[in-house]
């Protein structure tokens, strides 16, 4: 494969923190002086009471331990806001850009400040307290941010759950970690659509309750106007509440590594994992990162397109730009409403020097024609970011030609809601680019590729990314199953942090992130367990057996394959296949929709009953020359019937 280098510019060179010689010098530190390094960039961020131990790690199972300045104490929302209003009382630290483009709205540090304590003195005359767990269900709007910082200026740790998960999972996530106060909306509005999330609140927490969980309030945001009912002595109007509140509450002393957040993920069970991140190595981390990895610089506005319900938006929308003292733009919308040009009018419209989005979106973008960039300005634009998921090269030409222009070096981020900030990426002063490659290893990042038998591979190699060794914002613990988290990340390469994803390396040091090696695939940036979509399947009562692969989808990058056995007696039909989608985007939400669905009257198993995945992947992605061998299966005669009924057939 060939391969288009684009070497740094030189204005990119002479505007960038870090040219290539400072990235070089300071990442031969950071892995041979971590103590050191980290003491230094440590400081980035306000201590109450400064640090004296810097980084106290252990890889090996039993016994995983991370703790990173662990004897220091801050708070976070001091940190993201008090800080800053000496210098910067006035400058727009979230610019909110309306779901309607009539709508914005500019809220300085200062005004900041103010939503921020109100909201924290509510939150706590409703007896919300240090450790207790607050779960968001919020739309893009200020409130959510409002309220992350909020928990973390009074101790509390939040556990955001994306709004377009459905009842079934919100109760899920409000049950797992106990949490007994829910912040939420009447409706979010996307793409001119509203989506009930107050309703859903209310089935959520009678779903919860039911399994014996206990929401004492229920907080209100008044977003669209509309009809909601409101739970006497439970709910409570977030306006009114806030009226009612003084504008003055002390931030609370953290501990380093007191908790933060809580924030749910997709593995390769079925039952999402609670994935906790702590204090101070967190902030540390995240705005590091921010700071070089979008080569920020005072006074410029600053856009990711992410969702506040994912990590991208807790890092690189609200903790790493703030606690920087950036202008961070938040949109409520979607990157097609009221047309495909609206990422690039919003661009114009304010101005935004940085931008940060999906691949999905890019590719959906590059399919709805160049004229809708091109009629549009983006002067300045200045760096653009990918995540989410490998970006394709001729998406990243596009990108590159179209949107950029040829001006903006793309930084391609590869990170996972698990290690808190961005750990593999170019910087945009420093490193040659190619498309399709995240290339280097940030500071302090130590990445080795292992072989299936935990092999190390050296020099020009594909293989299993691991991490050797820890960086402070990678997560401390499954929340509340520590065992869970030894088994999951630390135990497959015995001492080594396992991603999950395959890799190679190329001979200039350059990493090609190939995907997951495990269960779990990637729908338009999103994960997904294919367990949890095979449990939403088979909780159906004419299903008796499902299995679920990723196929190679244009737009999603991966497309969701279902292969299901009815129970006896059931009758394929489409409209069976409409009632199995529609039920599993009950159970888990729009995002997990099937694409594919395969009635299929057996599974190929292995004798000891393990279903081939590999065979189904082959069959899904209608390569069924290469299946390799299938003299294992207990009925190989399944496998005629799965390929003569396959759904993509070419
Ligand atoms: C931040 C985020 C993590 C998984 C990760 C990998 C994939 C993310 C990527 C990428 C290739 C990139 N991924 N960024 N793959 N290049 N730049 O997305 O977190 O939702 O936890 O997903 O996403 O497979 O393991 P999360």
Same mark, same amino acid.
């Given at each position: 494969m060939s391969v288009n280098v684009h070497p740094v510019k030189p204005e990119w060179k002479a505007k960038g923190l870090i040219d290539n010689d400072t990235y070089l010098a300071w990442y031969k530190r950071s892995v041979e002086d971590p103590e050191g390094f980290w003491a230094e960039h440590g400081k980035r961020i306000d201590w109450i009471k400064p640090f004296s131990s810097v980084k106290n790690t252990n890889f090996n199972t039993p016994g995983v331990s991370i703790k990173w300045f662990e004897d220091g104490t801050l708070n976070v929302s001091a940190n993201c806001i008090d800080r800053h209003l000496a210098t910067r009382g006035d400058q727009v630290a979230i610019l909110w850009e309306g779901d309607d483009p009539s709508e914005d709205r500019k809220i300085t540090y200062r005004e900041l400040s103010e939503q921020v304590n109100r909201l924290s003195n509510v939150m706590k005359a409703n007896g919300v307290k240090k450790g207790d767990r607050v779960t968001i269900y919020m739309p893009m709007i200020p409130e959510a941010a409002y309220t992350m910082l909020a928990c973390t200026r009074i101790g509390a740790i939040h556990s955001i759950v994306f709004g377009g998960f459905s009842p079934d999972a919100l109760a899920g996530r409000i049950e797992d970690c106990g949490s007994d106060f829910v912040v939420t909306a009447d409706e979010g509005l996307r793409g001119g659509k509203k989506v009930p999330l107050k309703a859903n609140t209310d089935k959520a927490i009678e779903i919860a309750e039911k399994a014996g969980a206990k929401v004492r309030n229920v907080l209100v945001v008044r977003r669209t106007g509309g009809a909601v009912a409101m739970k006497d002595g439970r709910d409570i109007w977030y306006h009114e509440a806030m009226d009612a509140a003084s504008a003055d509450c002390p931030p609370a002393e953290m501990s380093a590594e007191d908790p933060l957040f809580i924030l749910y993920t997709s593995g390769s069970t079925g039952k999402p994992k609670g994935v906790m991140h702590t204090t101070g190595g967190y902030l540390v981390y995240a705005s590091m990162t921010h700071q070089y990895v979008f080569d920020y610089q005072d006074n410029e506005v600053y856009w990711c397109t992410a969702d506040v319900g994912w990590v991208t938006g807790h890092s690189y929308i609200v903790y790493g730009p703030l606690a920087n003292g950036a202008t961070t733009l938040m949109f409520e919308g979607v990157p097609n409403y009221p047309s495909p040009s609206r990422f690039w009018d919003v661009v114009d419209k304010h101005d935004v020097s940085i931008f940060y989005t999906a691949p999905t979106a890019i590719r959906a973008l590059m399919g709805a024609g160049d004229e809708h960039v091109t009629k549009t300005s983006r002067k300045s634009l200045r760096v653009l970011g990918s995540v989410g998921e490998p970006i394709n090269p001729e998406a990243w030409e596009w990108y590159y030609k179209v949107v950029g222009e040829e001006r903006c070096p793309i930084v391609d981020t590869w990170w996972q809601t698990e290690t808190g900030g961005i750990l593999i990426t170019p910087l945009p002063g420093a490193t040659d680019l190619k498309p399709g490659s995240a290339t280097r290893p940030f500071f302090g990042v130590q990445p080795q590729l292992v072989d299936n038998d935990g092999n190390v591979l050296v020099g020009a190699t594909e293989g299993n990314l691991c991490i050797t060794d820890s960086w402070p914002g990678q997560m401390r613990t499954v929340y509340g199953d520590h065992e869970r988290f030894e088994q999951t990340y630390f135990s497959t390469y015995h001492g080594k942090y396992f991603t999950g994803?395959?890799?190679?390396?190329?001979?200039?040091?350059?990493?090609? #992130?190939?995907?997951?090696?495990?269960?779990?695939?990637?729908? +338009? /940036?999103?994960? $997904?367990?294919?367990?949890?979509?095979?449990? %939403?399947?088979?909780?159906?009562?004419?299903?008796?057996?499902?299995?679920?692969?990723?196929?190679?989808?244009?737009?999603?990058?991966?497309?969701?394959?279902?292969?299901?056995?009815?129970?006896?007696?059931?009758?394929?039909?489409?409209?069976?296949?409409?009632?199995?989608?529609?039920?599993?985007?009950?159970?888990?939400?729009?995002?997990?929709?099937?694409?594919? #669905?395969?009635?299929?009257?057996?599974?190929?198993?292995?004798? +000891? /009953?393990?279903? $081939?995945?590999?065979?189904?992947?082959?069959? %899904?992605?209608?390569?069924?020359?290469?299946?390799?061998?299938?003299?294992?299966?207990a009925d190989p005669t399944v496998v005629d019937d799965l390929i003569d009924n396959r759904q993509n057939k070419k």
């Open positions: 994803d395959g890799c190679r390396r190329d001979d200039d040091g350059y990493y090609w #992130i190939t995907g997951r090696v495990d269960d779990v695939i990637n729908v +338009s /940036g999103h994960r $997904m367990g294919t367990a949890e979509v095979e449990s %939403a399947l088979v909780a159906h009562a004419k299903v008796s057996e499902a299995a679920v692969v990723g196929y190679p989808h244009d737009l999603k990058g991966q497309g969701i394959y279902c292969y299901v056995t009815l129970m006896e007696g059931e009758e394929p039909s489409d409209a069976l296949r409409k009632e199995l989608v529609a039920h599993v985007r009950s159970e888990i939400g729009p995002i997990a929709s099937p694409d594919k #669905i395969q009635f299929a009257p057996g599974l190929p198993k292995t004798r +000891s /009953g393990k279903i $081939m995945r590999r065979i189904l992947r082959k069959i %899904a992605e209608d390569d069924f020359g290469a299946l390799g061998d299938t003299s294992t299966l």
